[in-house]
């Protein structure tokens, strides 16, 4: 028989509906779907970041450096790449009459932008604004309510609103900000005395390239000539590092995810194929009486169940792609996403590829026990359940490794990849043997005196019963449950530890020192009670660290330790007589009062022990464009969970007290901060910056939830995977189980006898994986929350324990409306068609 009269004969068979084969079109369905969907609306974000990366950072290569503007010798050097324009960044107070807001105030130079365009909302496109005119967001503009030609302060000195903006190019590349930003012409922060020396502001010199250049090449040789300057470089190739960062990591766990939704699917499609088969039993049956041979059988049934895949990865394939755009439409204020749906190449190809390979993978087993199964044992389908071929080891191993190399040629982080492919075999195989183990304990158990109890036990052993199918298909939806409650509550978990027990109302940035005994009496005449902490507020970077005869150059370095996040670029710095509040010394001794010795630095704990650092070794920072050193005489455990001033070095004030510098301050008040607080600060204290806590918090709540939420839809595609498997794996069963119904109310049993039969069966193969479930979906969740996403593993464990209970209460509604059809079912009838 060849292909095209096996095409015929199963064409004939195939129900246009598909009855029988629907758990492996809502399997592959739901597998394909979600990865269609995570592939292209990643694939659209890396497109627009690839594609517009010159825009989003204003050019083809940025220098940032606080503090300071670029010496004439970096200029000159900077020109000679090609078109340069010169800008601040910091962060302001505006005043709008009473109203008062935090803004990020950006000065931009006549060049601005370089690349892309600034459009107002009145559709001009415009540069840079007039001295004392501004560029307002729509946010400040309805924070301060302000529309074009009204007229505001920013720290002391008033700005007409020239227009709203519309589309600033940029935005994405400024990264996080405390408030909504106004844009300036350069030249206005320092009139209004928000960028005198000491300042904590931000300059962001970006260039144009005057014809093609080698970005890495060019930044290591600005690196080079410039070695303590205290650059920090990005190109147009990672014009935003955070958004970048958060797109490949959150990308790679809904890709794991994804699969994860597809190895639990092709659990079911194995089920389902199982099932489907069973029933065809007699059809099989009479096709090798009539002369098929096992080859043409296995053709017959492999053409259906491959029609079967294709419609279900197609449908899932095509849901997925019309659900990018209204992922899109959620994610467009914080990530580039095009419009409109995006065919990217993995998922139109890579998608469908997974599923049709899981579908063989998992479908080859029960087929190829039908292809060789002899006629007659075919005909005694109660008494003669399907036996092993040796046969699906080819076509499996053949699948499992296609499966392993796709995963390899598309994910950015192949180990992680492959510990998760591990990890999958490693759970079914624990499962199979679960459920091996299952059935010898309930054959060599105790029978029980309950009559029901032990059927129900007898089922777990008995041939032909599904014990190993529903193991495995319990074990991984219970485990889903556990995973996704241990993932949710640990995020929740992170959320409540961002909000300190006692956080102060305000922090103030840019306190001049001078001024720091009128700051203290105004807070005290506006507040009373309010306790205020003012410390030296610097920025630097790490330039070199270790013995002073053998220091580790931080440049130098291919690749930063692990957990060595201060090396990275510039970081807070101050001086104190004291250990400061939330601090404790594990090693060393602090400098005393008035130190007139060598210049000292105290190191967070951690940091020393990540860099190996020993009392007596040294760290040399870049202070504006200076080198300094200073010998390390302590180390302090810092309480991080505090919100506060928490500075990972602390100098004697003898290092550091000369360099051009202001006080940061914090404000806690008796009974909260009064309205009249903020309005003073701004009004006496025009160049500084007051920010208020709560909305800061509130900021890092949001965005820890919307984190949480994106998890939460993720999983839940693996949850409802696990749902189906089960429904399957239950409907499986079906059959055989309507034979036993039948026998038991021919023998005198009860519609609730059977009843509670079908739910002792089921409580105790649930109440047995439900430990199985805990270790495995709380080890992977664990993995998820510490390794993938850095946070704390904070569970609230009570909760988890009560979502793992509701799902052996799913597992078991699920199982009684499954047996419902077979309780109506009329012996007599049932007994003319088995």
């Known amino acids: 028989m060849g292909w095209s009269t096996a095409w015929r004969i199963a064409k004939r068979d195939l129900n246009a509906r598909f009855r029988g084969l629907r758990l492996l079109l809502v399997c592959l369905f739901l597998g394909v779907g979600a990865l269609s969907a995570i592939y292209s609306l990643t694939g659209a974000?890396?497109?627009?970041?690839?594609?517009?990366?010159?825009?989003?950072?204003?050019?083809?290569?940025?220098?940032?450096?606080?503090?300071?503007?670029?010496?004439?010798e970096e200029l000159a050097a900077f020109e000679a790449l090609g078109e340069v324009s010169i800008g601040l960044r910091m962060q302001a107070s505006a005043r709008n009459g009473d109203l008062v807001s935090p803004i990020e105030l950006k000065s931009v130079d006549e060049a601005y932008p370089l690349v892309g365009v600034l459009t107002l909302e009145d559709g001009r496109d415009v540069g840079a604004p007039a001295m004392d005119e501004a560029w307002v967001s729509r946010g400040a503009a309805d924070r301060l309510d302000l529309a074009p030609g009204d007229t505001f302060s920013i720290g002391g000195r008033e700005a007409r609103v020239g227009g709203i903006i519309a589309n600033e190019p940029d935005r994405?590349?400024?990264?996080?900000?405390?408030?909504?930003?106004?844009?300036?012409?350069?030249?206005?922060?320092?009139?209004?005395?928000?960028?005198?020396?000491?300042?904590?502001?931000?300059?962001?010199?970006?260039?144009?390239?005057?014809?093609?250049?080698?970005?890495?090449?060019?930044?290591?040789?600005?690196?080079?000539?410039?070695?303590?300057?205290?650059?920090?470089?990005?190109?147009?190739?990672?014009?935003?590092?955070?958004?970048?960062?958060?797109?490949?990591?959150?990308?790679?766990?809904?890709?794991?995810?994804?699969?994860?939704?597809?190895?639990?699917?092709?659990?079911?499609?194995?089920?389902?194929?199982?099932?489907?088969?069973?029933?065809?039993?007699?059809?099989?049956?009479?096709?090798?009486?009539?002369?098929?041979?096992?080859?043409?059988?296995?053709?017959?049934?492999?053409?259906?169940?491959?029609?079967?895949?294709?419609?279900?990865?197609?449908?899932?394939?095509?849901?997925?792609?019309?659900?990018?755009?209204?992922?899109?439409?959620?994610?467009?204020?914080?990530?580039?996403?095009?419009?409109?749906?995006?065919?990217?190449?993995?998922?139109?190809?890579?998608?469908?590829?997974?599923?049709?390979?899981?579908?063989?993978?998992f479908a080859a087993p029960p087929l190829a026990k039908a292809r060789s199964f002899p006629a007659m044992a075919l005909m005694r389908a109660r008494a003669a359940p399907l036996a092993r071929d040796r046969a699906a080891w080819l076509p499996v191993t053949l699948g499992l490794a296609a499966i392993v190399v796709l995963v390899l040629l598309t994910s950015q982080q192949r180990m992680l990849s492959m510990f998760f492919l591990g990890g999958a075999a490693a759970m079914l195989a624990a499962l199979a043997l679960l459920g091996w183990a299952i059935r010898r304990l309930a054959a060599r158990a105790p029978r029980p005196g309950a009559p029901l109890l032990r059927i129900a036990l007898a089922n777990l052993h008995r041939p032909g019963a599904q014990t190993g199918a529903l193991v495995t298909a319990l074990g991984f939806g219970l485990s889903a449950f556990v995973l996704l409650a241990a993932i949710q509550t640990s995020i929740a978990g992170n959320i409540a530890l961002s909000v300190p027990a006692r956080a102060p109302d305000y922090f103030v940035l840019d306190v001049p020192r001078d001024d720091e005994p009128a700051f203290r009496k105004l807070i005290e005449e506006t507040a009373p009670g309010s306790d205020v902490r003012t410390v030296p507020?610097?920025?630097?970077?790490?330039?070199?660290?270790?013995?002073?005869?053998?220091?580790?150059?931080?440049?130098?370095?291919?690749?930063?330790?692990?957990?060595?996040?201060?090396?990275?670029?510039?970081r807070g710095l101050t001086y104190a007589d004291e250990v400061p509040e939330g601090n404790s010394l594990v090693e060393g001794e602090w400098w005393g009062p008035n130190w007139a010795g060598e210049p000292l630095v105290s190191v967070d704990a951690e940091l020393g022990e990540v860099l190996d650092l020993d009392i007596g070794d040294t760290i040399t920072i870049g202070v504006l464009g200076v080198e300094r050193t200073a010998r390390i005489a302590s180390f302090r455990r810092i309480d991080w969970e505090a919100l506060g001033f928490n500075y990972v070095l602390v100098f004697s004030p003898n290092a550091l007290e000369d360099a051009p510098h202001n006080l940061a301050a914090t404000i806690e008040t008796p009974g909260g901060p009064p309205p009249e607080l903020l309005q003073a600060l701004v009004r006496e204290f025009p160049s500084s910056s007051p920010i208020e806590v709560g909305g800061l918090l509130r900021q890092a709540r949001d965005l820890l939830s919307q984190v949480g939420a994106a998890i939460l839809a993720a999983a839940s595609v693996a949850v409802l995977a696990g749902l189906a498997v089960l429904t399957g794996a239950i409907a499986a069963a079906r059959a055989s189980r309507l034979y036993d119904n039948v026998i038991l109310r021919v023998l005198g049993a009860s519609r609730r006898q059977l009843l509670v039969l079908q739910l002792l069966e089921y409580g105790l193969l649930a109440l047995v994986l439900s430990g199985v479930a805990l270790a495995i979906g709380s080890g992977l969740a664990w993995l998820v929350v510490v390794e993938l996403f850095e946070f704390d593993w904070l569970p609230d464990w009570p909760t988890v324990l009560a979502v793992l209970g509701g799902g052996v209460a799913t597992v078991l509604v699920v199982a009684l409306g499954g047996s419902l059809p077979l309780l109506r079912a009329k012996p007599a009838r049932a007994l003319r068609t088995l």
């Not at 290569?61 to 503090?67: G, K, T």
């Open 45 to 72: 974000i890396e497109g627009e970041l690839e594609t517009r990366g010159r825009e989003i950072l204003g050019g083809d290569l940025q220098a940032e450096v606080w503090q300071r503007g670029p010496t004439e």
């Open 537 to 570: 507020a610097l920025r630097g970077r790490i330039l070199a660290y270790g013995p002073e005869d053998a220091q580790v150059v931080v440049d130098e370095l291919e690749e930063l330790p692990e957990g060595a996040w201060p090396l990275r670029g510039e």
């Open 172 to 361: 994405l590349s400024e990264g996080f900000s405390l408030g909504p930003p106004v844009l300036v012409r350069t030249g206005f922060p320092e009139a209004a005395g928000l960028a005198a020396p000491g300042s904590f502001y931000q300059s962001k010199t970006r260039i144009a390239f005057d014809g093609p250049r080698e970005l890495d090449a060019t930044v290591e040789d600005l690196e080079t000539r410039f070695p303590t300057a205290g650059f920090d470089f990005d190109t147009s190739e990672r014009a935003s590092p955070g958004a970048e960062r958060f797109v490949s990591r959150m990308g790679q766990f809904l890709v794991l995810v994804g699969l994860a939704a597809l190895v639990i699917a092709g659990i079911g499609i194995g089920g389902g194929v199982a099932s489907y088969l069973e029933a065809r039993r007699q059809s099989i049956a009479t096709l090798k009486v009539l002369g098929a041979t096992s080859r043409d059988i296995a053709r017959i049934y492999l053409l259906q169940i491959v029609a079967a895949a294709l419609v279900g990865s197609l449908a899932g394939l095509v849901a997925g792609l019309a659900l990018t755009p209204l992922l899109g439409a959620a994610l467009e204020d914080l990530l580039p996403v095009a419009a409109g749906v995006t065919l990217d190449p993995r998922a139109l190809l890579v998608a469908p590829a997974f599923g049709l390979l899981v579908a063989l993978v």
